[in-house]
């Protein structure tokens, strides 16, 4: 298992002894390789069937050009294909005028959205901004102390009412609170939830129409399979997102899940994440070049072709 | 709306009925297996073999090479359930997995179970002392379980807390000792050997112990799954595996790679947030729900 597809395809070509242009059977061959390769690093099936039959309709006669041989043109192909599919770099943060800035953070349970609300505190403090965290899981046993601790660590005031308040009417009072004492940001951490579980989703939906949060970010966990897709696609049906925040990419997941959300929802991945600490360089600002090297798993082979 | 009806959809249709088997039947299966992270190479011999069964005994009816390759999954899994535990008390659980999977809830649900159903004398040890107030959230299960729960706070040396809380057991005469851990990245060398270190101190603590090494799995998790596995049983002796958030649409088919490649049985189900949501695994049931139609509303 994950072999790497540059070898992969090297055994391909080495069969077919192609050259000059890429030929029909060439590029099917190498295709299913592709295929194998990105259904491992977790990239939505319906994603990679789409894929694979662009690349396909794409690479078939495509002339080989003499610095690469004929694997390399493909996987070079295909790289370019990734990267377009992730979609532009770097799209920032939106600021709300006249603010405070609302971010609403959403997803499956688990995922990282506490920690990062910890992390996107100090990132905006760093830019000068006065940043308040909202305590809006009160589900989660010791959610409300887990964000506090946080905040403490960081130096970050955190809104909270405890459990019994609901949610939409503490981000609600957390949004007056923040507007009194001249917060620029408002971050609420909300409770993980079942993009199925009706009850909360129509709980974010609730909050959404009290505050109004300019960005809607849907938190995913790198080391997700298939489900991803289903999950976006319901959280934008229902908050209309305007990011996606990758967590854990310290891992050794490959993130094809990324491309697949983006592929099926097109809202952009604003941040990647690193590491369970909340201080120090944590949120990483998206490269799709890199994702995509990484969904192939071949950094190196990458930068060589770039070169040639 | 249509595609997402799409593939689960058509499959329980052409296996409904009595229809020829087809390539397309092969292929359509073969879609099904990927959309619940079976992974390729798993869905290829599963559906290989399943085809050679097949040819060899003749069968002509879809639904029967639907059951066929049913019965391959169940038979596989059942290779690995039904080993022997040992006879210990207290009897040490220690539960471990990447950050998120749903250990901290996990052991809530044990403690309850293992409490309530059993009449067991259960003690927990607050062994994530890293995570921002895990040792609370483990403290406040602990309550609504009504078991005890040794804890030193956020920043103490993990070690101390399972040696403290050993003694605790051996004096109490505790029946169960349920040992948390903090979530970590399979990938990180320092992480996992701490939890070497922290398994080798249990088992000079207490010869024998841990007497049951339970990874979780998050039931969204992809191919990655795999790679936790192996690096958890080489880490940390795994002994079961349980699979978390199956209340979701996620099929959880990853665990399967997961058992035939650690060689080890699955062996709880978390089927949601409260403390009653755990199920023993079934792999009848398990492999059902993985050609089912997806659910679309939570009562
Ligand atoms: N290695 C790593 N761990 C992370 C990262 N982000 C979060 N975590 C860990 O993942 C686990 C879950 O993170 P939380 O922030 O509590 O996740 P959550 O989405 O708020 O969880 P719920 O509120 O229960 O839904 C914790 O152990 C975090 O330390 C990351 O980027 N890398
Ligand atoms: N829907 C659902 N949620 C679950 C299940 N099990 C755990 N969770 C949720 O998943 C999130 C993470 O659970 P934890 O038990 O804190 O996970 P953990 O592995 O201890 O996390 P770390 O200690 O941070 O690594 C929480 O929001 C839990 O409520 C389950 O079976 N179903
Ligand atoms: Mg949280
Ligand atoms: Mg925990």
Same mark, same amino acid.
């Given at each position: 298992?994950?072999?790497?597809?540059?070898?992969?395809?090297?055994?391909?070509?080495?069969?077919?002894?192609?050259?000059?242009?890429?030929?029909?059977?060439?590029?099917?061959?190498?295709?299913?390789?592709?295929?194998?390769?990105?259904?491992?690093?977790?990239?939505?099936?319906?994603?990679?069937?789409?894929?694979?039959?662009?690349?396909?309709?794409?690479?078939?006669?495509?002339?080989?050009?003499?610095?690469?041989?004929?694997?390399?043109?493909?996987?070079?192909?295909?790289?370019?294909?990734?990267?377009?599919?992730?979609?532009?770099?770097?799209?920032?943060?939106?600021?709300?005028?006249?603010?405070?800035?609302?971010?609403?953070?959403?997803?499956?349970?688990?995922?990282?959205?506490?920690?990062?609300?910890?992390?996107?505190?100090?990132?905006?403090?760093?830019?000068?901004?006065?940043?308040?965290?909202?305590?809006?899981?009160?589900?989660?046993?010791?959610?409300?102390?887990?964000?506090?601790?946080?905040?403490?660590?960081?130096?970050?005031?955190?809104?909270?009412?405890?459990?019994?308040?609901?949610?939409?009417?503490?981000?609600?009072?957390?949004?007056?609170?923040?507007?009194?004492?001249?917060?620029?940001?408002?971050?609420?951490?909300?409770?993980?939830?079942?993009?199925?579980?009706?009850?909360?989703?129509?709980?974010?939906?609730?909050?959404?129409?009290?505050?109004?949060?300019?960005?809607?970010?849907?938190?995913?966990?790198?080391?997700?399979?298939?489900?991803?897709?289903?999950?976006?696609?319901?959280?934008?049906?229902?908050?209309?997102?305007?990011?996606?925040?990758?967590?854990?990419?310290?891992?050794?997941?490959?993130?094809?899940?990324?491309?697949?959300?983006?592929?099926?929802?097109?809202?952009?991945?604003?941040?990647?994440?690193?590491?369970?600490?909340?201080?120090?360089?944590?949120?990483?600002?998206?490269?799709?070049?890199?994702?995509?090297?990484?969904?192939?798993?071949?950094?190196?082979?990458?930068?060589?072709?770039?070169?040639? | 709306?249509?595609?997402?009806?799409?593939?689960?959809?058509?499959?329980?249709?052409?296996?409904?009925?009595?229809?020829?088997?087809?390539?397309?039947?092969?292929?359509?299966?073969?879609?099904?297996?990927?959309?619940?992270?079976?992974?390729?190479?798993?869905?290829?011999?599963?559906?290989?073999?399943?085809?050679?069964?097949?040819?060899?005994?003749?069968?002509?009816?879809?639904?029967?090479?639907?059951?066929?390759?049913?019965?391959?999954?169940?038979?596989?899994?059942?290779?690995?359930?039904?080993?022997?535990?040992?006879?210990?008390?207290?009897?040490?659980?220690?539960?471990?997995?990447?950050?998120?999977?749903?250990?901290?809830?996990?052991?809530?649900?044990?403690?309850?179970?293992?409490?309530?159903?059993?009449? +067991?004398?259960? %003690?927990? !040890? #607050? /062994?994530? =002392?890293?995570? @921002?107030?895990?040792?609370?959230?483990?403290?406040?299960?602990?309550?609504?379980?009504?078991?005890?729960?040794?804890?030193?706070?956020?920043?103490?040396?993990?070690?101390?807390?399972?040696?403290?809380?050993?003694?605790?057991?051996?004096?109490?005469?505790?029946?169960?000792?349920?040992?948390?851990?903090?979530?970590?990245?399979?990938?990180?060398?320092?992480?996992?050997?701490?939890?070497?270190?922290?398994?080798?101190?249990?088992?000079r603590k207490l010869p024998g112990a841990p007497h049951e090494t339970i990874l979780v799995i998050d039931a969204t998790t992809g191919q990655n799954?795999?790679?936790?596995? +192996?690096?958890? %049983?080489? !880490? #940390? /002796?795994? =002994?079961?595996? @349980?699979?978390?958030?199956?209340?979701?649409?996620?099929?959880?088919?990853?665990?399967?790679?997961?058992?035939?490649?650690?060689?080890?049985?699955?062996?709880?189900?978390?089927?949601?947030?409260?403390?009653?949501?755990?199920?023993?695994?079934?792999?009848?049931?398990?492999?059902?729900?993985?050609?089912?139609?997806?659910?679309?509303?939570?009562?």
């Open positions: 298992m994950f072999e790497s597809l540059s070898d992969r395809l090297q055994a391909v070509f080495q069969k077919l002894g192609s050259k000059g242009i890429l030929t029909e059977e060439d590029v099917r061959e190498a295709m299913k390789q592709v295929r194998l390769a990105l259904l491992e690093a977790d990239v939505n099936f319906r994603v990679v069937k789409d894929f694979v039959a662009k690349v396909t309709e794409q690479a078939i006669g495509e002339e080989v050009t003499k610095s690469l041989t004929p694997h390399q043109q493909v996987i070079k192909i295909v790289h370019q294909e990734l990267i377009n599919l992730l979609g532009a770099e770097n799209v920032p943060l939106q600021e709300a005028r006249p603010g405070p800035t609302v971010i609403m953070l959403v997803g499956l349970q688990g995922t990282g959205k506490t920690t990062l609300a910890a992390k996107l505190a100090l990132h905006l403090r760093k830019k000068g901004k006065r940043v308040l965290l909202v305590a809006a899981d009160v589900y989660r046993p010791a959610a409300i102390t887990q964000l506090q601790a946080l905040g403490r660590q960081l130096n970050i005031p955190v809104y909270s009412e405890g459990t019994q308040a609901s949610p939409p009417d503490i981000a609600e009072h957390a949004l007056e609170h923040a507007r009194k004492e001249l917060f620029n940001v408002v971050i609420i951490d909300t409770a993980g939830r079942l993009q199925i579980d009706e009850p909360l989703m129509q709980e974010l939906e609730q909050i959404e129409n009290r505050v109004h949060p300019i960005e809607r970010l849907l938190v995913v966990d790198a080391m997700t399979g298939q489900e991803a897709v289903r999950v976006a696609e319901t959280f934008n049906q229902r908050v209309k997102l305007t990011g996606v925040v990758m967590t854990k990419m310290d891992g050794d997941a490959r993130g094809g899940a990324a491309l697949s959300v983006r592929a099926v929802t097109g809202v952009p991945i604003k941040f990647l994440s690193t590491g369970e600490k909340v201080d120090g360089n944590t949120l990483e600002v998206f490269h799709p070049d890199r994702l995509a090297s990484r969904i192939l798993g071949m950094g190196d082979v990458l930068s060589l072709i770039e070169r040639a | 709306e249509k595609s997402r009806q799409g593939i689960f959809g058509r499959i329980a249709k052409l296996f409904a009925n009595d229809d020829p088997i087809t390539d397309e039947l092969w292929d359509e299966l073969e879609e099904a297996l990927l959309q619940a992270d079976v992974g390729l190479e798993t869905t290829q011999y599963l559906v290989n073999r399943t085809l050679d069964r097949v040819n060899r005994h003749g069968v002509k009816k879809a639904r029967e090479a639907r059951d066929m390759l049913k019965a391959e999954m169940v038979r596989t899994f059942a290779e690995y359930a039904g080993q022997k535990r040992p006879d210990a008390k207290p009897y040490v659980i220690l539960v471990v997995g990447v950050n998120g999977a749903g250990k901290t809830t996990l052991i809530a649900k044990l403690a309850h179970r293992y409490k309530n159903r059993f009449g +067991k004398k259960v %003690l927990l !040890a #607050a /062994g994530d =002392t890293f995570r @921002a107030a895990a040792t609370e959230q483990l403290e406040t299960w602990a309550e609504r379980a009504g078991v005890p729960c040794v804890s030193l706070g956020q920043g103490a040396d993990a070690a101390a807390v399972v040696y403290k809380a050993i003694d605790a057991a051996l004096e109490q005469d505790v029946d169960i000792l349920i040992v948390d851990t903090a979530g970590r990245l399979h990938a990180k060398y320092n992480l996992m050997q701490e939890l070497e270190k922290i398994r080798n101190i249990i088992a799954g795999v790679l936790q596995a +192996k690096a958890f %049983l080489k !880490a #940390a /002796g795994v =002994t079961d595996v @349980a699979v978390t958030k199956m209340d979701g649409t996620a099929k959880g088919g990853i665990a399967f790679a997961i058992a035939q490649d650690i060689e080890r049985p699955i062996r709880y189900i978390g089927t949601g947030e409260k403390l009653d949501d755990l199920a023993l695994f079934d792999a009848q049931t398990f492999v059902d729900a993985l050609f089912a139609e997806p659910k679309t509303v939570k009562g």
